[in-house]
């Protein structure tokens, strides 16, 4: 039971929440970009919000379900069509043997996320199934999907479809991407930005440049400089932070990021903002807001509330559907 | 709070002396603490390599290890810092009033108040073989020749004392090793390869480091380790581990290939 990969996409990999517990010895987490998403197309399939999902970029792959299967998707809208018919992002769908999935344009969004029910079978290595391509570990044999690849559903799912069924109820994610600016949690070397820069950072727009990807953004704006320069040693980094390079532009570190790095830390994106971070394309602008970190928690926290919110209301619907789940 | 009680056991059992320790650490040197990010917070030693701060670096490390507090999701020691990656919407449920990060900063406080109680497991200590043939060593001259040194005389120095395994990052498996004497240090490269082979040794400042991939890098290579460094599938897939000591020793190219086919 599974999906054919028919034609492979630019970069389709399984991703997990993420590998922790290792970036002692340099191994970064290299879980799913943006990770609502992730967490959305489980709680739709009623899987553990952490199951292994497909993250795709655009152009999307082609995929033949081998098997019934309970699907879903969302993040990226790439006007996904199952059998040629149209269907939606945020909707859990039976889809029968034989279905192929297809993405057709680039609508909005940068990654698009494919959860089944039962979640998709992937290698492990040090506690996680995400993808780790440098080591060649993790996910389906430590690589993006190629052509012809075979990804198994983890677990079998025991109903019989006969046709393609969308179930009746929508996920509404609006509410967990904030929208407008990106919310920036003040680095320690912020304070020494001079006052044009600290002016720059929050009033002028940082543009996605196409040298961008899963480790790292880098990010095209009026020039930055600390006020005195100050060399730093390599010191732990994050998902989300900003940090200024000696040509004065930025980089944003994403999800494959280093687990150190020593250029200075101008900031960082609150964790509420990373979804969205993550759905941005190259040539997309950045603008940030500085926020302190009680907002930041808050803001978290009532995202992280959210999303229980909808893992609780989909389970009660599910189960009235799949009775012997 | 609860807090401070359940770290007094823990370090009644951590003193027990048992544990096969060594050296002691001293009162903790200045600090301050910072977060980076809404779920991660860096304690800061100031920005400097010495042998102490990474001593009690590694001794809050191993305190933190031992201490495992849930929610605590990954522990990265550096030079002169140490950094904590948590996952806040779990701390918030013993959080009290305050913020996540307000908990977390006391948290660190109060572990770093016990650090005169604690001791450093000893450092295991490795012996790396090395060749510094020029095939495989291709910055090598020119810094012999910029330095007036004779390549015997380098590679002497190079070899002369142990270094500390100061931090593991950039690429998985990759050791920041110091202190470098002086005779030898040089800067990094002007301008970074875009491809530098699996095992090179390389020198940055006062760092030295070997590469455990192919990689870009932007160090100057000196001569390169026929040994595998990094085995993802073990479970403990890094050879080096940060406090670890490391003693370079000189091979000829024949026990280089010799090395490396029996290793591959």
């Known amino acids: ?325 | 709070m609860g807090l401070k009680k359940n770290v007094e056991s823990k370090i009644a059992a951590f003193s027990s002396d048992n544990l096969g320790l060594t050296c002691s650490v001293e009162k903790p040197f200045p600090y301050r603490i910072y977060p980076i990010g809404d779920q991660a917070i860096t304690l800061d030693f100031g920005n400097l390599i010495k042998d102490e701060i990474n001593a009690q670096v590694m001794a809050l490390f191993y305190w933190l290890k031992e201490e495992n507090l849930h929610g605590i999701k990954d522990i990265i020691p550096a030079y002169s810092t140490i950094s904590l990656v948590y996952d806040a919407p779990m701390i918030r449920k013993w959080a009290g009033n305050g913020s996540v990060y307000q908990y977390m900063e006391q948290y660190l406080t109060n572990a770093l108040q016990q650090l005169d109680l604690l001791a450093l497991p000893s450092s295991r200590e490795l012996r790396i073989p090395v060749c510094y043939h020029q095939s495989l060593a291709p910055d090598l001259m020119e810094l012999c020749q910029e330095k007036q040194m004779d390549l015997d005389e380098f590679v002497s120095i190079h070899t002369a004392i142990p270094y500390r395994v100061y931090m593991i990052g950039f690429l998985p498996g990759f050791a920041y090793m110091g202190s470098l004497d002086e005779r030898i240090m040089a800067p990094r490269k002007q301008t970074p390869r875009t491809h530098v082979a699996a095992g090179s040794v390389g020198i940055a400042g006062v760092q030295t480091g070997i590469y455990p991939f192919a990689s870009p890098g932007g160090w100057q290579l000196i001569g390169q380790t026929p040994m595998t460094l990094f085995r993802a599938n073990d479970d403990q897939p890094s050879l080096f581990q940060p406090g670890d000591l490391v003693q370079f020793e000189s091979i000829s190219i024949d026990q280089f290939y010799q090395l490396k086919n029996k290793a591959s």
């Not at chain 1, 795709?56 to 082609?62: L, V």
């Open chain 1, 1 to 325: 039971m599974g999906v054919r990969v028919l034609k492979s996409g630019m970069a389709d990999s399984l991703r997990d929440a993420g590998r922790f517990g290792f970036q002692h010895l340099g191994i970064p987490p290299g879980g799913a970009m943006d990770s609502v998403a992730m967490q959305v197309v489980n709680i739709l399939v009623g899987n553990p919000i952490g199951a292994v999902v497909m993250e795709m970029h655009y152009p999307a792959p082609q995929l033949e379900f081998n098997s019934p299967a309970l699907m879903a998707l969302s993040g990226a809208d790439f006007q996904a069509t199952l059998d040629g018919v149209e269907i939606a992002l945020n909707q859990p769908m039976l889809v029968p043997t034989g279905s192929v999935l297809k993405f057709n344009k680039p609508v909005s969004g940068a990654r698009c996320y494919l959860s089944v029910k039962g979640g998709f079978e992937a290698d492990e290595w040090l506690g996680s199934r995400t993808t780790n391509n440098f080591a060649v570990r993790g996910g389906y044999q430590g690589r993006n999907l190629q052509k012809a690849d075979w990804v198994a559903f983890a677990k079998p799912f025991s109903y019989e479809v006969e046709e393609p069924a969308v179930m009746p109820w929508t996920a509404n994610v609006r509410e967990l991407y904030p929208q407008g600016p990106c919310y920036l949690i003040p680095g320690a070397e912020y304070e020494l930005l001079d006052a044009a820069s600290k002016q720059c950072l929050t009033h002028e727009p940082f543009q996605i440049a196409t040298n961008s990807n899963r480790m790292g953004y880098r990010l095209q704006s009026a020039p930055m400089h600390l006020g005195e320069y100050k060399e730093c040693l390599s010191s732990g980094v994050g998902f989300g932070t900003l940090q200024l390079l000696p040509d004065a532009q930025t980089i944003l570190l994403m999800a494959d990021h280093q687990t150190t790095a020593g250029y200075p830390r101008l900031g960082h994106v609150a964790s509420v903002s990373l979804p969205s971070l993550a759905q941005l394309n190259a040539g997309d602008n950045i603008r940030f807001q500085l926020i302190n970190m009680n907002t930041a928690e808050s803001l978290y926290a009532a995202q992280e509330k959210h999303l229980r919110q909808l893992k609780n209301a989909c389970n009660f619907r599910l189960q009235e559907y799949l009775s012997n789940d």
